[in-house]
């Protein structure tokens, strides 16, 4: 849930123990039912399999691929609308540049040694 709290939902998991992170969870995930009427959470559903996908494409030695630029970009947004990718063995970086017609956004990774390890360069969100 690291991508979707508010500062104030943070603090509050923070001074939580054991069975009150569960009340939390499932008080911060009601809150954000996007339909009420069914019996699934379909905004939740959604978010863990956008994590599951990280874990399993985006993760690098002991990192999480959720805790990975991409990882985070694709948890937040989903599957991009498309992909340009540079994988020129000449050149000093390869690159992916994945594209969000809906929201009007592009995110460009940077793999600047070669083994895999993309990270954001534009736009910049740290």
Excluded: H
Aim: net charge negative; proline share 3%; no cysteine.
């Amino acid at each position: 849930m690291n991508y979707i709290l508010d500062s104030e939902e943070r603090r509050e998991l923070r001074n939580l123990k054991g069975s009150d992170k569960e009340k939390f969870f499932k008080k911060v995930w009601a809150k954000r039912d996007p339909d009420v009427t069914t019996k699934e959470n379909e905004l939740m559903i959604e978010y863990y399999s956008r994590v599951a996908f990280a874990e399993e494409n985006f993760s690098r030695g002991t990192s999480g691929g959720w805790r990975s630029d991409m990882g985070m970009i694709y948890i937040l947004f989903g599957r991009p609308d498309d992909v340009s990718r540079s994988m020129n063995p000449q050149q000093s970086y390869n690159y992916e540049i994945w594209y969000y017609y809906k929201i009007n956004e592009e995110f460009t990774f940077v793999d600047d040694f070669g083994f895999g390890d993309y990270r954001l360069r534009t736009p910049f969100m740290y």
